[in-house]
């Protein structure tokens, strides 16, 4: 059975990051389609899908286009719609593998600042070299003879790569929320969380415990970890530091400091420290806990 080809349309000439996000959001759950760049509407309406171009919204017959006047909508924080971001109300929840979760965490942190600053509503948004500014530079110069077909292929190549590894890492961090709570919940001391495994852990240990002050955790080596929990995330400051005298040491220093034969490293900052064995790394908790 031949698989039905969709044809897209958008506009063609200079293109920005919601229409090459659009495109390539739309690949990962479509497996063959026909795109098309013109400002033709008779070409335009007879295409399957419709991104950025035609004057129309309306998910029901996939036309999705945010310049009519008065826009496509808002979000509640009030970020509007570009045409990537309504292409994600349709199917983001589809391209994120049916999590709604993984699509939330999406539209927060990658979805809506495109369309924020696709629409100029920049507030908010980080100063900088953007994501969005990074896809415009695919662009064709007017010193470069590149089409901007061609080009805006590889915008959506570049694009898509991106968007698959955005929706690992959100995947990546949601899951790590289900281990990090269990780890809090069977701790020994409550002030000790230990990670059987490496998982992002900060954002749920900040959230779900007050008391927890050190995290223990396998390194990727298989030596082990422990570190300092941040009074919040991003922070600098720790809820309690590790012994003082430990600042900065290593091996045979750090060893006849802790008395642990197999000691191996304390950060000059007090922060993150480690020993081969987990049970001498339990230890470091514990001296660090009655520092």
Known sequence: MTEQVKVIATHNGNFHADDVF????????????????TRDLNVIA????????????????DRFDHHQKGGAGARENGI???????????YGVEICSDSKEIADSLDKNLVSVIDAIDCGHVEGVQTGISLSQTISMFNP????????DECFNEAVDYASRLLTRFIA????????KEIVANAIEKAADPRVIVLEQYTPWKTTVLRLSQNA???????????????????????????????????????????????????MFCHNGL??????????TMKMAQMALEA
């Open 46 to 61: 007879k295409a399957d899908i419709v991104l950025d171009v035609g004057g129309i919204y309306d998910p029901e017959t």
């Open 213 to 263: 002050l050190f995290v223990v955790y396998p390194s990727e080596t298989g030596q082990w970890r422990i570190q300092t929990v941040p009074v919040e995330l991003g922070s600098f400051e720790d809820r309690k530091k590790l012994p003082a005298p430990w600042a900065g040491l290593s091996d045979k220093e750090l060893q006849d400091v802790t008395g642990l034969s197999d000691a």
């Open 22 to 37: 659009a495109v390539a959001a739309l690949k990962h759950i479509l497996p063959s389609i026909k795109l098309i760049r």
């Open 169 to 176: 890492a959100a995947s990546g961090g949601i899951n790590a």
């Open 141 to 148: 110069t007017w010193q470069e003879e590149s089409s901007f």
């Open 80 to 90: 509007p719609f570009s045409s990537f971001g309504l292409i994600w109300q349709k």
């Open 271 to 280: 922060f993150i420290a480690g020993c081969a064995s987990f049970e001498n």
